[in-house]
């Protein structure tokens, strides 16, 4: 990959972390269940630093050449973090739909595995490839995170794939 295609992978995922930011507190608004609310205001401070450490790494890539920040284009932008938000403006805020709310959250979640995961692929640069296993591996904590909610809401003695009891128990 090159340093130029990163910086634009950069400012891409920043655009993406402030999107998901965005999605994360309107999911705690429509979430009724207390722990959902809360779970979701936790993912949105870590999209915060998230995007704060991905500005950090933008900024040590621009120090070392002659790069113009453009604007980023919303396409580029729902390749990490799919256009939820007309599906989540259709939920209510009643119960029946915190499932819903939280299965559109995975699927941000899972958008951007795939999105830095294929990065990672395609990069040949050490520092790139391991900057984008940790972005791949705080996807999979919040993908993670969402299970366990889900987990949770569907009370089907699962945590996070993996059974919790058994009617032996």
Known sequence: MEK??????????????????RVYIKSAIKVSNVSGKNMFLKLALDEIGHREFLEKELKKELKTCDYTVSEIENKEVEKIVPDVEKELE???HL???????LMLAQQVEKSGMNYYQKCLESSDDEKAKDLFSKLVKMEEEHYNLIQSQ????????????????????
């Open 90 to 92: 259709k939920t209510r």
């Open 150 to 169: 889900i987990d949770y809401l569907e009370g089907t003695g699962y945590w996070q794939g993996i059974r919790e009891f058994t009617l032996d128990d």
């Open 95 to 101: 119960g029946q739909d915190d499932l819903i709310i």
């Open 4 to 21: 130029l295609e990163k910086i634009s992978v950069l400012q891409t995922a920043i655009e993406a972390e402030k999107e998901t930011l």
